[in-house]
T-cell receptor, first 112, second 111 residues
Framework: DTAVSQTPKYLVTQMGNDKSIKCEQN?????MYWYKQDSKKFLKIMFS???????INETVPNRFSPKSPDKAHLNLHINSLELGDSAVYFC???????????FGPGTRLTVL | DAKTTQPNSMESNEEEPVHLPCNHS???????IHWYRQLPSQGPEYVIH???SNVNNRMASLAIAEDRKSSTLILHRATLRDAAVYYC????????????FGTGTRLAVRP
């Protein structure tokens, strides 16, 4: 009965590869997010979607492309991975834009 | 981005109340005050949020100053499982309602 789930939990890959991280929420929330937490533990928002529409797009390289096939899913595809992309990526959802956010367990991405 | 100021770290004894302070002098009238915490190796966890009035839930209480320039998260009886980094965040309409996490307060709980 996991509320916000992400797969995979760990992802180790070579520079230049393309990879995807999947996120699903079973809370019936309208809004979903992607965050990045770097090695210094700073947590920064990347994207937010409300009912499958992009609401927030921070200054994120074009190599990062979120995709929301339906309200319950927000996947993150990353092209041409770079060393600096190594981080923990968190997916989150909230019932409305000004509500509390529920975070997934995170995906630790390591780019070699 | 919205600016909040929190102590880097605090310590508490188990089963005692904890008051975690936060200053947000640049708060606007429509900004919500959010608190999250992050336990080691886990995602952030929503704790509480409020606008003007004090708020209570099963996890904590949020006391908001009358001028809204500061707030205090109150854990009524700290447990070892409350050891985490606590983030105080302003959710600003001018920033598209996004949450901007700062460095937070690392709370240690002594048995």
């Amino acid at each position: 009965d996991t509320a916000v789930s992400q797969t995979p939990k760990y992802l180790v890959t070579q520079m230049g590869n393309d990879k995807s991280i999947k996120c699903e929420q079973n809370l019936g929330h309208d809004t979903m997010y992607w965050y990045k937490q770097d090695s210094k533990k700073f947590l920064k928002i990347m994207f937010s979607y409300n009912n499958k529409e992009l609401i927030i797009n921070e200054t994120v390289p074009n190599r990062f492309s979120p995709k929301s096939p339906d309200k319950a899913h927000l996947n993150l595809h990353i092209n041409s991975l770079e060393l600096g992309d190594s981080a923990v990526y968190f997916c989150a959802s909230s019932p409305r834009i000004t509500g509390g956010e529920f975070f997934g367990p995170g995906t630790r991405l390591t780019v070699l | 981005d919205a600016k909040t100021t929190q102590p880097n770290s605090m310590e508490s004894n188990e089963e005692e109340p904890v008051h975690l302070p936060c200053n947000h002098s640049t708060i606007s009238g429509t900004d919500y005050i959010h608190w999250y915490r992050q336990l080691p190796s886990q995602g952030p966890e929503y704790v509480i949020h409020g606008l003007t009035s004090n708020v209570n839930n099963r996890m904590a209480s949020l006391a908001i100053a009358e001028d809204r320039k500061s707030s205090t998260l109150i854990l009524h009886r700290a447990t070892l499982r409350d050891a985490a980094v606590y983030y105080c965040i302003l959710q600003k309409k001018s920033s598209g309602d996004k949450l901007t996490f700062g460095t937070g307060t690392r709370l240690a709980v002594r048995p």
